[in-house]
T-cell receptor, first 112, second 113 residues
């Protein structure tokens, strides 16, 4: 167990809707990153938060947004869902920058 | 263009043999390279991290090498077991990128009894 939990584990949404995915990091982990993993591919970096501030963003449109809270929880919000947003969304926390990442089990999002 | 590539074909080996997985990259200058294991439907699990000034790192049956001249990392599992069957991901951790990891597509390893 990595101590990182994500909810929900599975989700089905309709194209055009909005979704919020949640992550609870290990206590003391100041860094949280979100990744999108399509089937058969490696995870793709969406963005990272360090001490509640965005600390880097991958090649994802602005309709992907996030928040990190003081209690080591975080959210990934996706607006105007598209079919291609169907993927496994992974949250990873680290005690600091440039160290190993502890991943949650992921949220499987299906957009229909 | 920047690329990170792992063995595209699945690797099938016999129990007890050594599995060797390859990770090649171009046009990146990683500070660190990390290896993860991922089982179906689960999140990746950290295995090893190697720094750019380290040539080799070991942990139990696992060994990682890192050649910044060849821009390649090799990941070895010795005395492989069926329980080692999984997808293995390499990830680059770049300078001044705050820990953003750039993953390869993964190599699926199957160890037969």
């Amino acid at each position: 167990e990595t101590g990182v939990t994500q909810s929900p584990t599975h989700l089905i949404k309709t194209r055009g809707q909005q979704v919020t995915l949640r992550c609870s990091s290990q206590s003391g982990h100041n860094t949280v990153s979100w990744y999108q993993q399509a089937l058969g591919q490696g995870p793709q970096f969406i963005f990272q938060y360090y001490r509640e501030e965005e600390n880097g963003r991958g090649n994802f449109p602005p309709r992907f947004s996030g928040l990190q809270f003081p209690n080591y929880s975080s959210e990934l919000n996706v607006n105007a869902l598209e079919l291609d947003d169907s993927a496994l969304y992974l949250c990873a926390s680290s005690p600091t920058l440039n160290t190993e990442a502890f991943f949650g089990q992921g949220t499987r999002l299906t957009v229909v | 263009s920047q690329k990170i590539e792992q063995n595209s074909e699945a690797l099938n080996i016999q129990e007890g043999k050594t599995a060797t997985l390859t990770c090649n990259y171009t046009n990146y200058s990683p500070a660190y390279l990390q290896w993860y294991r991922q089982d179906p439907g689960r999140g990746p699990v950290f295995l090893l991290l190697i720094r750019e000034n380290e040539k080799e790192k070991r942990k139990e049956r696992l060994k990682v090498t890192f050649d910044t001249t060849l821009k390649q990392s090799l990941f070895h599992i010795t005395a492989s077991q069926p329980a080692d069957s999984a997808t293995y991901l390499c990830a680059l951790d770049l300078y001044n990128q705050g820990g953003k990891l750039i993953f390869g597509q993964g190599t699926e390893l199957s160890v037969k009894p």
